[in-house]
């Protein structure tokens, strides 16, 4: 259950940060002036805007979700820095610490993030499975070489008994 809870809690954080992004990649005018208003360069919209969505994305789906996770953290922690700095409004309090609660968030991902659903978990899984298939195949293949030494001991060993009957004409079990 927990496993669930925590694949939903990532895919609803990455949907803020995608749903936050798209506006500025469609119409970034809006964006840009609130850039401006913090002594920021406008034209930031749209590389922000993009960078939302596709960290969001990425954090949904689990890729790399613990530099996105870290990333998106370092933003969200910038965007009360710049923009939610005047804690005497109660509305920028608000919004600061609504922002400062999704970096606790994003810094549960970082956390645990890698340990559940995910496109870095199934690679990590698979290669853990090819690494065990590979060790299998290695130990396979050296019960192969001792067999195969064990029988070759075994004819060498069976050859000189038969030179000894061979030699041992009378059968007394001395050659001579």
Not at 104 to 109: Q, T
Not at 140 to 155: K, Q, S, T, W, Y
Not at 156 to 172: S, T, Y
Request: charge should be positive; aromatic fraction near 8%; hydrophobic fraction near 55%.
């Amino acid at each position: 259950m927990s496993t669930i809870a925590a694949i939903i809690g990532r895919i609803l954080i990455a949907a803020l940060f995608v749903l936050a992004g798209i506006p500025k990649i469609i119409d970034p005018s809006g964006a840009a002036q609130m850039l401006q208003s913090a002594n920021l360069p406008g034209n930031l919209a749209q590389p922000v805007g993009i960078f939302e969505v596709v960290a969001g994305l990425l954090l949904a789906l689990g890729f790399m979700s613990r530099l996105v996770s870290i990333l998106l953290f370092g933003f969200t922690l910038l965007t009360v820095f710049f923009f939610h700095n005047q804690f005497g409004d109660p509305l920028q309090a608000a919004m600061a610490l609504k922002n400062v609660a999704i970096a606790g968030g994003l810094l549960m991902v970082f956390a645990y993030g890698h340990m559940v659903w995910g496109y870095d978990r199934m690679r990590a899984a698979r290669r853990g499975e090819r690494e065990a298939a590979d060790a299998n195949a290695r130990a396979h293949d050296a019960e192969l070489r001792a067999a195969r030494a064990e029988g070759r001991a075994e004819a060498v060993e069976g050859a000189r008994v038969a030179r000894r009957r061979v030699l041992d004409r009378d059968g007394d079990g001395h050659i001579g």
